[in-house]
């Protein structure tokens, strides 16, 4: 089955479509895909780096080499003095081959009228794909250059929704996996990815703001806000999972097993025999022998054998019946109440529904004179209470909260800010507290 299934892919290879829609089971699916579509217009950009990679490990690393360096370098046009001079340790038919598949390739361009090389724009779109090959490589690589191209594209204006995508996929991938080693409880699993996801952290930390302002602008392009919500909240579920990942490792320590007095752990013994280069040397003549293990801990034989001696147990001389009755102590039982505050308020404003305006009609006495008294925080307290007035599902409620809310009175606020003359409090909410007709309880 292996053998059919081979050379039914290497024919597959050699009966190679002319277009793309040809792999597809209809043409039609090829139009659909947005990603297939804008791979369809960058068909020059795709063909410069398929021809760079082509051939040899050692020829393709030639012509990316020469091609970086080129690009690298902080001068527009290269006549051919310079370029021998900048790869002067090459032999000059390795120079000319990789500059002749350059030129081939449009990556770059001879003006004859000049006499000198340039870098044509093409060269530019293909230096930004490689530009990775030319870091350091360490972990989380990957996510750092998605980070700072989304976080460069948002300073610029020029974020893409592809982007914000590739990164919330490569965040999901970081979560699972840390989220295994989590799982295992493996302390050489952990201890690995420790690094790897202090790094994460720190870099999404980092791009915390941009992310933030990303995502708190205005776009036209709903996929946009869509794909930076999304982006947030992978976000949050990684850093999320910082205090799981201190849990697992400080579970792992006190797993650890010190092995007599000297101090060494069953972790420094491990460590030990995965740096040994050969493990069988350890056993020299001891298999000729024969390994008789013992597994007998004295130590622990004797805390068991304390334990069992110190241990209460029953004397089945004395009689086992009901201890004598005694007097039961006074206790004390402690329930939460509300704040004072929540007390008075009400008793105001139950008093205050007998109260008339100068006109005869019912009082409305503004939001100041109900709120204000007293320190700052008693003052705070009271202006949260005022929307539960009128409120209809708080007068369900039992107890002072409901007792509140079933008042006749309903507060009507100003979006305008008054001073006062309390001493606590500078300024406060203009408003008024109006005779709510409306409810049943209204005298």
């Known amino acids: ?47 410069a780096v398929r021809g760079l990679m082509s051939g040899g490990q050692s020829a393709a690393r030639l012509r990316l080499w020469v091609f970086l360096e080129l690009a690298a370098q902080a001068q527009g046009r290269f006549s051919r003095e310079d370029l021998n001079l900048l790869f002067h340790g090459l032999r000059p038919e390795a120079l000319d081959m990789a500059l002749k598949r350059l030129r081939d390739l449009g990556l770059l361009a001879w003006d004859a009228t000049a006499q000198d090389y340039h870098l044509p724009p093409l060269a530019q779109q293909a230096q930004g794909l490689l530009v990775p090959l030319v870091r350091t490589p360490e972990d989380d690589d990957e996510m750092g250059a998605l980070l700072a191209q989304v976080a460069g594209a948002q300073a610029l204006g020029l974020s893409d929704p592809a982007q914000i995508r590739h990164l919330h996929a490569q965040l999901a991938r970081l ?99 995965q740096s040994h280069p050969a493990l069988h040397t350890l056993l020299a003549d001891v298999l000729a022998t024969g390994v008789q293990p013992v597994f007998v801990s004295a130590h622990e034989m004797v805390d068991v054998a304390e334990g069992e001696f110190e241990r209460d147990r029953p004397d089945p001389q004395r009689a086992q019946g009901l201890p004598p009755a005694a007097t039961a102590g006074v206790g004390e039982i402690e329930a939460l109440c509300m704040p004072i505050e929540l007390g008075a308020l009400i008793d105001w404003l139950s008093d205050a529904q007998s109260l008339s305006s100068d006109d005869g009609g019912p009082a409305q006495p503004p939001v100041a004179q109900v709120v204000l008294g007293g320190r700052f925080a008693q003052a705070a307290y009271r202006m949260q209470l005022l929307p539960l007035l009128g409120d209809a599902q708080a007068r369900t409620l039992q107890g002072q909260t409901g007792d509140l809310a079933r008042l006749p009175w309903r507060a009507e606020l100003d979006p305008v800010l008054e001073p006062t003359d309390d001493p606590h409090v500078a300024r406060l909410s203009a408003g008024r507290l109006i005779p709510d007709i409306s409810n049943p309880s209204h005298e």
């Open 1 to 47: 089955m292996t053998a059919a299934v081979r050379s039914d892919s290497h024919l597959f290879d050699e009966q190679e479509p002319a277009a793309f829609e040809g792999y597809f089971r209809e043409p039609g699916f090829a139009a659909e895909s947005p990603l297939a579509w804008i791979l369809g217009q960058r068909l020059a950009l795709l063909d």
């Open 175 to 273: 979560y699972d996996e840390f989220a295994d080693a989590i799982a295992s409880g493996s302390e050489a699993r952990l201890r690995e990815s420790q690094p790897r996801f202090e790094r994460a952290l720190a870099l999404v930390g980092r791009a915390g703001e941009a992310l933030t302002a990303l995502i708190r602008s205005e776009h036209d392009d709903p996929r946009l806000e869509r794909e930076a919500r999304a982006l947030g909240h992978a976000q949050a579920r990684l850093l999320s999972m910082a205090s799981q990942f201190t849990r697992a490792l400080q579970q792992a320590d006190r797993q650890r097993v010190t092995l007599g007095s000297t101090g060494v752990t069953s972790s420094d013994v491990r460590l030990w025999l």
